[in-house]
């Protein structure tokens, strides 16, 4: 079994240059011109699928809402 308390060699460097590579690349894709267009349509396709999810959602509330008229009607035809 190995011993919780001695300390390991963990090598952070890989992880700190994945995440710097990472954010460089969204800050490139933030800040350059010549990536307006695909701003846009990032934007147009997130606008879109949050459009989507605020329309299914009031149908879902509805019918759990419905669900649970029903099971609280038959547990309360059980008691």
């Known amino acids: 079994m ?33 990536t307006a267009d695909l701003r846009g349509k990032i934007t147009d396709n997130l606008d879109k699928s949050w459009r989507t999810v605020k329309e299914k959602v009031p149908a879902g509330t509805k019918a759990i809402n419905n669900l649970k008229d029903k099971v609280v009607e038959k547990v309360t035809n059980l008691t």
């Open 2 to 34: 190995k011993n919780p308390f001695k300390t390991q060699k963990n090598n952070v460097l890989v992880p700190v240059v994945i995440g710097l590579a990472a954010a460089g690349a969204i800050v490139y894709l933030l800040l350059a011109d010549d």
